[in-house]
């Protein structure tokens, strides 16, 4: 099992940027996919990104064009880059982990490796 932990959240007006990082701390094995979920105050969590190992990336629409993930290999870091943040982006970051399986999913029901989420809050 690997251990996630991310990191990087915040308080940011709109139209401000914020980068969160996700490491595999302690990890017995790493995942071939890992992805970036949320969720905001009064909604179910919803898939953001995900990204496997053949560099292959996926993005929900609602944040196609404002928020790119990526990862350094060597490190077993995983990034979500967010620009051009909205009041609608507020809410609760995973980072996740699964096997092939979600190459093309965003459902979190594929994923079976968590982090404990980090606050993302874009206020006026």
């Known amino acids: 099992q690997v251990r996630l932990v991310e990191s990087g959240g915040g308080l940011v007006q709109p139209g401000e940027s914020l980068r969160l990082s996700c490491s595999d701390s302690n990890a017995t094995y790493s995942r071939p996919c890992m992805a970036w979920f949320r969720q905001a105050p009064g909604k179910t969590r919803e898939g953001v990104a995900n990204?496997?190992?053949?560099?292959?990336?996926n993005y929900a629409e609602s944040v196609k064009g404002r928020f790119t993930i990526s990862k350094v290999k060597a490190e077993d870091i995983l990034y979500l880059q967010m620009n051009d943040l909205k009041l609608e982006d507020t809410g609760i970051y995973y980072c996740?982990?699964?096997?092939?399986?979600?190459?093309?999913?965003?459902?979190?029901?594929?994923?079976?490796?968590w982090g404990q989420g980090t606050q993302v809050t874009v206020s006026r």
């Open positions: 996740a982990g699964a096997g092939w399986r979600a190459s093309v999913s965003l459902v979190a029901s594929v994923y079976d490796s």
């Open positions: 990204i496997c190992a053949d560099d292959r990336a």
